[in-house]
Each structure stands twice: as C-alpha cells, then as structure tokens.
C-alpha cells in the first residue's frame, strides 16, 4: 500500500552511519521520487508528517548493498554471448530482479577477457541498466585482456594483449565510445556510459601508460592478475590507480623484502616508487611453467609463476612529516591515498585471518564482493552443474570446482553472506562490515552522493537486515521488491 502523500518513515531501526556505527533512528523517504529525505527540512518545508509509518521491530535500515564484481547468476553469464541480443538483454534483466533477495540493489557486472571483436558488441549491451523492480547495473567491469598470463586464471591465454599504444590500445580494444568521460556518467537507465572499473596488470608493455587517462576519465584502474613489483604497483597508485581485484587471488604472496601489490594497503611514507622504470617491463612470459600449466580459478590462482621482478628501490620520503618526531600515535600523511581493495569473504579464497590482516592495516579501503559465477543462486543445491565451453562446476556450499579437478573455479557467495563472514573473521561490528558492502564500493566509484548512502537526496534503495545479518526486505527507488515473508 502506497502512501497518500509520498512520505514514508521507517521507524524503529538501527541506521549504519558512514563511519561504521549504528545509531537508532528514523528515516524519511519519498516514495514518489525514490529518494531519501532529511526528514526535518521536509517537515518544515512542506508542512506534513508521513502518511505511512513502518516499524522494522528493532532491525537494521541500510543502504542497499553494492557488488563491484560480479561474472553472473542464476544460470546467466556476463561473459557469454551468442549472437542474440535479444537473449543477453534478457539474461541481464533475470539477475537484475532475482539478485535483490540478497540484498543488492546495485552491481557492476564483469567481463572476462574476451576475443577483441566481441567486447564492444558485450560491453554495448551492458550500459546502465534497471527495471522499477531490480537491481541496477551500474555499467561494466573489464577484467582484461591486459592481464599477466602468469596469473590469468580462467582467462584465455590467447585473447591476453599488451598496450602498445597505451591509452590508444584501451580504446581499440573495448572501442572508443565506451571510454566516455566522467561528466557522462549518469546513475540512471538512461546513461550513456558503459565502463565504470578496468582490471589490468601495470607491469604489462603500455599499461602503465594509460592509467593516468583512464583514471582522468572517471574510470576505476584497478590493479589485478598482476605479477608487479612493490615499486610497479606503487607508481601505478601514483599515476591514478584506485582500486586492488580481488586481493590476495592471482597475484604475489606478501613477501617482507617485496610485498607487491598487497603491500599498497600498509604503504610507508618513507618509499616513493616515482622514478622507478616501469614501461615496457614484462615479467612473464608464455614460455614458462605457469603459462604452459593448465587454467585454473579465475580468482584464485595455484600457478607457481615467475618471480616478482627484483628492483633498485628508490628510497626518499614523502610523507607530510620530513623529520622524525614524538608524537604518540600521530603517522605521517601518505603522498598518495591507498587503493581501495576488493576481497572474497567466502572463507575459502581467503583465510580469515588473511582478511582480518588486510583490514586491520586499510579498514578505510576494504570492499566486499562475491567475483560469484553464473551458477550463484542461494536457493541451488550441491552437485554438478554446467559451465562454459563444455566445462562443467561441482558445487560443494561455498565451494566450487572445475569438474575433475580440486582446482577452485570462483565464488558462489552471496553479498550478503559475505557481510555475516566479514564480522565474525574480523571481529568488527555490523554496521562496520556493511559499510564494506555499502559505502565503501560507492566512494570507489565516485556515486556515494547517491548509492550506498542514507544522505537526504541519495536514492532509496535500501536493505533490511535482522540483528544477524540477514536479509528481511529490500526496497529499490522506495518501493519494496522483495521480502523473506512476501
């Protein structure tokens, strides 16, 4: 039942503030306009109380969950297209409204490396997309072709490429009008925007080159299957770089003499990596033993792979502080902000402690995401089920494998089971790990003014969540479109 004025007031609830806390409060939305209101200024403005009260019984009102990405569900794959657009347009829209009974209102689907041809045809039909009962897709992840064949995972190794003309190669291979600037991107079905996050490897020949003019652009570089450096990965956060895929999977192991990519998250003042070469530096190549093993995970990635390339660090400090000092507690600003990163909280891609490590060095950065396949649907029971190219999964509860193998094949986590995941592996709060599935992946995307956020203006798409963690209802642009009783 609508409300006869458009106002609407959940009350009695918790409410995740952007810092992580729970405060107990109500919350104005207007129906009509999908949005949500501050509810003092409404009221003096207009002069009214909502019509339509709704107590939530103590539960918890979040902003609706936000999964960056995300390879498909529900039988459907993001990465696989027939000719039919027809049929792809309809696989979209099936994850689209079946996807909010985990609590997500918005994603970014990723595609994997493809054959050159096919990615403007894919990526044309994966712009900004929603109907008044789903999730929105927010536009399109490109996980590829510019990724280290040493840690390509599931990716063919023969559609990998480098970036000779750096910015010039993106733009030939995903085509010119999906590379759009930052002023063209618009949070509604209408956008004419396609690309919002590219996964690449900087150390591969030209990419270093186009980090900065992507990043220009609005676009999300993120740092992924990637064999770089600690002095490789740092520059490329240095050039624009915002983002880390999937941490830990399919990249080097922390290692104290080079901690490579995972090291951005405690990065020292004291290390700059600006005069450090990094064009035309490949450190992999299709001769060695990991490029001629077999695929395995997409996300998890067992190859053995060559060493992290050994260089001459550049040591200067540049920090705001240029002197030691005795303040208690008070650390050196950073020359740069660390990257976000991306983590799969399913307990299997990464061991809990791994993941209470990484958030206790970045809380500020950590992003959940399920990198969940085609065959995520919570309602799907264990056994084997069909993949792509005649491959077939076996489903063991979280677990997935190639069929044949014990080789790991991605992720069938649901958001917000990661989120239940994240605060009993951390020990944080709640409200602490929804902000890692709300607000954070948001930020990264430069959309926390309307997306995982409960700022008077942002749109009403939200999630109630039990004291547990699990999903009651959710509710996109104020109406609700899902509920564990309906």
């Not at 190669?169 to 956008?191: C, P, T």
């Not at 190549?285 to 995970?297: D, E, K, M, Q």
């Not at 599935?437 to 969540?465: H, Q």
């Amino acid at each position: 039942m609508s409300s006869p004025n458009g106002l609407v007031c959940f009350t009695n609830c918790l409410l995740p503030r952007e810092d992580g806390e729970l405060v107990k409060k109500d919350l104005w939305i207007d129906e009509r306009r999908g949005v949500i209101l501050d509810s003092q200024l409404t009221f003096f403005t207009r002069r009214e109380r909502p019509d339509k009260i709704i107590d939530l019984g103590g539960n918890i009102l979040s902003p609706g969950l936000i999964d960056i990405q995300i390879n498909g569900a529900y039988g459907f794959d993001f990465s696989v297209y027939d000719g039919d657009d027809e049929a792809y347009k309809k696989g979209m829209k099936l994850v689209a409204e079946k996807i909010v009974e985990t609590g997500v209102t918005s994603l970014v689907p990723t595609l994997i490396t493809q054959e050159k041809s096919l990615y403007p045809k894919i990526l044309n039909l994966l712009r900004p997309f929603s109907t008044p009962t789903s999730a929105s897709l927010l536009g399109w992840h490109a996980e590829g072709p510019f990724i280290d064949m040493a840690k390509r995972g599931a990716h063919a190794p023969p559609f990998l490429l480098s970036a000779p003309d750096g910015y010039g190669s993106f733009e030939d291979a995903y085509g010119a009008h999906n590379l759009v600037d930052s002023e063209d991107w618009l949070m509604s079905s209408e956008g004419q925007c396609g690309v919002r996050i590219i996964t690449a490897a900087p150390e591969i020949r030209g990419v270093m080159g186009a980090v900065h003019e992507l990043s220009k652009r609005g676009i999300v570089f993120s740092i992924g299957h990637s064999v770089a450096s600690s002095d490789i990965a740092t520059n490329a956060v240095i050039q624009g770089a915002r983002l880390i895929t999937h941490l830990f999977n399919a990249m080097p192991q922390l290692h104290h003499r080079d901690p490579s990519i995972i090291g951005l998250l405690g990065a020292s003042p004291h290390i700059s990596s600006s005069n450090t070469p990094t064009e035309g530096f490949r450190t992999s190549s299709p001769h060695s033993a990991a490029a001629l093993s077999g695929i395995t995970s997409e996300a998890f990635d067992y190859h053995s792979g060559p060493a992290s390339p050994v260089l001459k660090p550049v040591m200067s400090r540049v920090g705001s502080r240029t002197e030691l000092h005795l303040d208690k507690g008070q650390i050196a600003d950073m020359a740069f902000d660390r990257p976000h990163y991306g983590i799969i909280v399913d307990g299997i891609h990464s061991h809990p402690n791994s993941v209470r490590l990484a958030y206790s060095s970045y809380p500020e950065g950590c992003i959940l995401i399920t990198d969940a396949m085609k065959i995520l649907d919570p309602n799907l029971r264990d056994g084997i089920h069909e993949w792509r190219d005649g491959k077939r999964f076996v489903k063991e509860g979280y677990k997935l494998y190639l069929e044949g193998t014990d080789t790991l094949a991605g992720s069938v986590v649901t958001l917000d089971s990661c989120v239940r995941n994240f605060s009993r592996f951390t020990g944080c709060s709640l409200g602490e790990a929804i902000k890692c599935a709300t607000y954070n992946p948001a930020k990264c995307l430069g959309i926390e003014n309307k997306k995982g956020t409960l700022r008077p203006g942002a749109d009403a798409d939200l999630v109630v969540l039990d004291r547990q963690g699990n999903v009651v209802s959710t509710w996109v642009k104020g109406r609700q479109v899902w509920g564990s009783k309906a």
